[in-house]
């Protein structure tokens, strides 16, 4: 099992490089199932999770090559399977996304409930009221959905649930809807833009799709989805990389450039980093910060996009730890996203948490110790104070990382940090570096 060693103190300083979003190209993929003729996409990063919806892909009659490092073809190749079985599904959540287009394209799906991150409770309730509504029937059977319809009808789905819309919720009541027959409405949908990305991808192979990047999206639905060019379809830079390399330059006082990144996909995230007292410029594909002083405290909610993405509160209670008084943060996606507290606590963060919040009291510095990733983001945030401690933090259980950011401390060692993988079964851990007991006495 690989760990990360992290020598913490040193400012990173650089330019580094966005790679493409997780969250855009699961879909995506996802999506082909519905598509007449093979597919090229670009921009898809080489993650555990694409790689393991690209194995289920498999098994679901698509075949899925990697051209370059970045570059997939994809086509499908039997229209029969309609079977995604649990090991597989259960690794992640937007395994689920294939439900969708399997009931539209092959009239019958059987997916296996989801798995994922434990980051609180996530029903698809959602997606099964999405895709009953558009005619399909729907009925649960020894851990599977089991969905069918001879061709899906379209009508007005409602997709905002208790702690806002839904996303891949949006994704695959979008998906299934571009073959129904007939307008389907989508109320509530997800303005995210990794949603945008999925429909200008549909829109591409003739789907007709408008509303995007709005809370009501239209579709009329077509009788059959066929590429229009051999050009690869451009999957949008991963806006949580950015902002989690952006928080790594903050966070250790530094200075740090990131190219190929969609600054109007960051609004909120830009404007809460100078709240910090970061300071922030950016331009058409890049972005700077500069953080020469201790942050500044601040009060902040994740929220459905436009706001502060649930996958960044982790990294930023990271830098709040250091920030010069206390803050507030809460998370109004999932109010139980809230299992790093007790591992940045162990780096000597003062953090109390309660029920769908955090107090965030400010420390001087931060201190090296072994911690525990618990899900993706929370991983991103130990390393983040890791690369803030004093001497050295040894990050375990970044498998949990490698399924949202490929080799992120090779990024990170471009901008100058100090941190190391290595498989603990096969290098012992160097030896932190303790406090000196008091003699007995």
């Known amino acids: 099992m690989d760990c990360l060693r992290i020598t913490?103190?040193?400012?990173?300083?650089?330019?580094?490089?966005?790679?493409?979003?997780?969250?855009?190209?699961?879909?995506i993929m996802a999506a082909s199932i519905l598509v007449d003729g093979p597919i090229a996409l670009a921009g898809v990063p080489d993650l555990v999770d694409v790689n393991t919806l690209a194995l289920l892909l498999g098994y679901l009659g698509v075949e899925v090559k990697r051209q370059t490092n970045d570059d997939l073809r994809i086509e499908c190749v039997d229209n029969r399977p309609t079977r995604a079985?649990?090991?597989?599904?259960?690794?992640?959540?937007?395994?689920?996304?294939?439900?969708?287009?399997?009931?539209?394209?092959?009239?019958?799906?059987?997916?296996?409930?989801?798995?994922?991150?434990?980051?609180?409770?996530?029903?698809?309730?959602?997606?099964?009221?999405?895709?009953?509504?558009?005619?399909?029937?729907?009925?649960?059977?020894?851990?599977?959905?089991?969905?069918?319809?001879?061709r899906l009808k379209g009508a007005a789905l409602h997709l905002s649930g208790?702690?806002?819309?839904?996303?891949?919720?949006?994704?695959?009541a979008l998906s299934a809807a571009t073959l129904a027959r007939g307008r389907t409405v989508i109320i509530g949908a997800a303005r995210e833009p990794e949603i945008v990305n999925l429909g200008e991808f549909l829109n591409s192979l003739g789907a007709r799709i408008a509303g995007l990047g709005t809370d009501t999206i239209e579709?009329?639905?077509?009788?059959?989805?066929?590429?229009?060019?051999?050009?690869?379809?451009?999957?949008?830079?991963?806006?949580?990389?950015?902002?989690?390399l952006l928080l790594s330059a903050?966070?250790?006082?530094?200075s740090a450039t990131v190219r190929g990144a969609r600054p109007e996909h960051l609004t909120a995230v830009l404007e809460a980093l100078c709240g910090c007292g970061v300071d922030v410029t950016s331009s058409a594909g890049h972005i700077t910060v500069r953080a020469a002083t201790r942050p500044r405290p601040t009060n902040l909610d994740a929220r459905p996009y436009p706001g502060i993405p649930t996958d960044l509160q982790a990294q930023f209670m990271a830098l709040l730890a250091l920030a010069n008084g206390t803050s507030i943060v809460g998370d109004a996606v999932f109010p139980d996203r809230f299992m790093h507290v007790a591992e940045l606590n162990r780096l000597g963060a003062r953090i109390e948490h309660s029920a769908s919040t955090a107090r965030v009291h400010g420390v001087p510095a931060l201190s090296g110790a072994t911690v525990m990733a618990s899900d993706l983001r929370a991983s991103a945030a130990l390393v983040l104070a890791g690369l803030a401690a004093g001497r050295q933090t040894i990050v375990r259980r970044i498998y949990h990382?490698?399924?949202?950011?490929?080799?992120?401390?090779?990024?990170?060692?471009q901008l100058g940090a100090e941190v190391e993988r290595y498989d603990e079964s096969q290098r012992p851990a160097a030896a932190l570096h303790e406090p000196a007991l008091p003699p007995p006495g």
Do not use: W
């Not at 208790?162 to 695959?172: E, L, R, Y």
């Not at 009329?220 to 950015?242: K, M």
């Open 8 to 27: 913490g103190g040193v400012p990173l300083a650089g330019t580094v490089t966005a790679g493409g979003s997780k969250n855009a190209a699961l879909p």
């Open 85 to 150: 079985e649990y090991d597989l599904v259960r690794r992640m959540r937007a395994s689920f996304c294939v439900l969708g287009p399997l009931v539209a394209r092959r009239g019958r799906g059987v997916v296996s409930l989801p798995g994922g991150c434990n980051i609180g409770n996530r029903p698809v309730d959602l997606h099964l009221a999405a895709i009953e509504k558009l005619g399909a029937d729907i009925h649960i059977e020894h851990g599977y959905v089991v969905a069918q319809a001879r």
């Open 162 to 172: 208790p702690f806002g819309p839904s996303v891949t919720g949006t994704a695959n």
């Open 219 to 244: 579709i009329v639905g077509v009788e059959q989805l066929a590429p229009t060019s051999a050009r690869a379809y451009q999957v949008i830079p991963d806006r949580i990389e950015t902002g989690t």
């Open 250 to 254: 903050a966070i250790t006082g530094g």
């Open 401 to 413: 990382l490698d399924r949202g950011y490929q080799r992120l401390e090779t990024k990170l060692a």
